[in-house]
């Protein structure tokens, strides 16, 4: 199970999905705006030799996992 499913999931008995008390708090697409920025900034070949320098394996596994989805 995702954690976003989990935060999502969580109830203090209000009724409300997401929880008032347990919700999550925070604007959504964060790191897609900042992709789409960076892009915008920088252009397409900059951000993906970006992500190619990524050291983080972990990292770039699940962004071929994500992509290999789509």
């Known amino acids: 199970m995702k954690l976003s499913n989990i935060l999502l999931e969580q109830n203090c008995g209000c009724g409300q999905t997401p929880c008032k008390t347990y ?39 699940e962004l071929v996992n994500e992509l290999e989805t789509q």
């Open 23 to 61: 919700g999550i708090n925070e604007e959504l697409n964060v790191a897609r705006k900042k992709l789409q920025k960076m892009v915008q900034d920088h252009g397409e070949e900059f951000v993906m030799d970006m992500i190619l320098n990524i050291q983080d394996e972990n990292v770039l596994d």
